[in-house]
């Protein structure tokens, strides 16, 4: 009985490699074979708006030694297609600071727009100022280290985007 055991485990091993290596290749898939697959794809209106910081940021000015301007341009796209934003849109908080460092503000928050002649927004980018607050009794000038910011995008008040930037303060 044993060995009429043996002698099927082995018929059915050997049934199944030569199953396996005479199976037929998988064809592969393409990008467009899956359009029409039903597996559901992303629905593009679903899909939120993204926030693009521009880099590099600039911290040419900014130096342990005052407090200058950190100068930093965000862009925000739905689908690829530019957003138009003001300063009511964005919103700066920290998230990381050096330690011992002031209160760091984004002032002077400026935007700029492109359209075509046909009026289609081609552009919008939005600029702030991130610098160091003064107040009397502490320190108002950069400290040196890392710095971690986080950008909301808010719309009719609703968060719907939100990106973290970093820059550092080295001198």
Do not use: C, H
């Amino acid at each position: 009985m044993k060995k009429l055991m043996a002698i099927a485990s082995i018929y059915l091993v050997v049934i199944l490699v030569a199953g396996i290596a005479g199976a037929a290749p998988v064809p592969a898939v393409t990008i467009s074979e899956t359009k029409n697959s039903p597996v559901k794809q992303p629905v593009p209106s679903m899909i939120g708006p993204i926030i693009n910081v521009e880099y590099p940021i600039d911290t040419s000015n900014a130096s342990t030694t005052n407090r200058m301007a950190v100068t930093v341009a965000v862009r925000v796209t739905l689908r690829g297609e530019p957003v138009l934003i003001d300063k009511s849109n964005i919103k700066f908080s920290p998230v990381s600071l050096p330690s011992g460092s002031p209160t760091i503000q984004a002032i002077n928050i400026r935007g700029g727009v492109a359209t075509s002649p046909e009026g289609t927004l081609q552009d919008s980018v939005l600029v702030a100022d991130l610098v160091p607050s003064s107040q009397i009794s502490r320190r108002s000038t950069w400290v040196k280290g890392a710095y971690t910011f986080k950008i909301d995008y808010i719309n009719d008040g609703q968060l719907l985007a939100t990106k973290n930037f970093n820059f550092t303060i080295s001198n």
